[in-house]
């Protein structure tokens, strides 16, 4: 079992380490290589992906109760530091855990539990004390903001990483719940969250994730074979897994239709047009040749597809625009 072989090997050092990881380690020295270390363990791209739909959310409940976000800034200030800090925590339990899966994939050799520059100790350590920092700042904003940072914590640490990962294929539904927790945290730190345009933003998070995250199993399908990693590809093959993708991207159409009243027409056009092309992208898949490929522009496309709706929520909403 895993466990054991962290028990082993906590102390990690970088002579233990095939010597190519040895001279990246040591490259990645002083300030500028203790950031970049930081950068990789805690995924950056993941984490900026996991707080801009928090800031999306916080921004248009300010909006829609008609609150003024100056009143705010100080529950803003901890909504972003709290959430980013649960969120870390989450990011770095994971790494920890996964050191050696992380181990046999190519992309993720620089990962410093990897490379040896950070102890399995220190980041199990560290990804549990930003974590109750985290939960406590944003017991600070309102309880209700503090149980959804907790349950996306749980689903991702728990439920995902500890559990499911390794076994199901069910482990990209868990972890998409997680991150589908987002948009819930930054609308209940200033209204309930019961609302049309956090539940609609829960369920996008939700359903986007998936045929993102099965593009990044396609294209990486020899690490996550190597590793004995649970994705659908590995165990179902690449033709079932394309096939799951166009569904999800398909059931993203009921977005633009659920917040045409409360966001109007132009978010409509816009949301309605990116996921009408995901779909025409997504069902290529079926008949190409070049899987590769396609996943890659999938996986673009899905990034693109993200950063769009949320700008365009805010940009649409924001006192220029929406007066």
């Given at each position: 079992m895993?466990?054991?072989?962290?028990?082993?090997?906590?102390?990690?050092?970088?002579?233990?380490?095939?010597?190519?990881y040895k001279t990246e380690a040591e490259a990645t020295s002083g300030l500028s290589g203790?950031?970049?270390?930081?950068?990789?363990?805690?995924?950056g791209k993941v984490l900026i992906a996991n707080v801009l739909p928090v800031f999306t959310a916080f921004w248009l409940a300010i909006y829609f109760t008609g609150a003024s976000f100056t009143d705010h800034l100080g529950t803003f200030i901890l909504t972003m530091i709290g959430s980013t800090l649960v969120i870390s925590g989450a990011l770095m339990l994971n790494n920890w855990y996964e050191a050696d899966l992380d181990k046999k994939m190519e992309r993720t050799q620089n990962r410093p539990t990897v490379t040896g520059a950070f102890s399995l100790r220190s980041v199990l350590w560290s990804g549990i004390i930003t974590?109750?920092?985290?939960?406590?700042?944003?017991?600070?904003?309102?309880?209700?903001a503090a149980i959804y940072s907790f349950l996306g914590w749980f689903f991702y640490v728990v439920l995902y990483t500890f559990w499911s990962k390794r076994r199901y294929t069910l482990n990209t539904i868990i972890g998409s719940i997680s991150g589908a927790f987002t948009?819930?945290?930054?609308?209940?730190v200033i209204a309930p969250a019961s609302h049309i345009v956090p539940v609609t933003l829960f369920y996008l998070l939700f359903i986007w994730q998936i045929p993102h995250t099965l593009a990044i199993a396609i294209k990486r399908l020899d690490d996550y074979t190597r590793a004995g990693v649970a994705m659908?590809?590995?165990v179902a093959g690449v033709d079932a897994t394309v096939r799951q993708v166009l569904i999800y991207i398909i059931?993203?159409?009921?977005?633009?239709?659920?917040?045409?009243?409360?966001i109007g027409a132009i978010f409509f056009i816009i949301a309605l047009g990116l996921t009408a092309g995901w779909i025409v992208l997504g069902s290529r898949g079926l008949k190409t040749k070049d899987i590769d490929t396609w996943a890659q522009m999938n996986?673009?496309?899905?990034?693109?597809?993200?950063?769009?709706?949320?700008?365009?929520?805010?940009?649409?909403?924001?006192?220029?625009?929406?007066?």
């Open positions: 895993p466990n054991i072989i962290f028990c082993e090997g906590i102390f990690l050092k970088n002579e233990h380490l095939p010597t190519q203790f950031l970049l270390n930081i950068k990789n363990l805690l995924k974590t109750v920092i985290g939960i406590g700042i944003m017991m600070l904003t309102t309880f209700e948009p819930l945290i930054g609308w209940s659908l590809p590995v059931a993203l159409l009921p977005v633009p239709f659920l917040l045409f009243n409360s996986l673009r496309y899905s990034l693109i597809y993200l950063i769009v709706i949320l700008i365009s929520l805010i940009v649409l909403t924001s006192p220029v625009i929406a007066g």
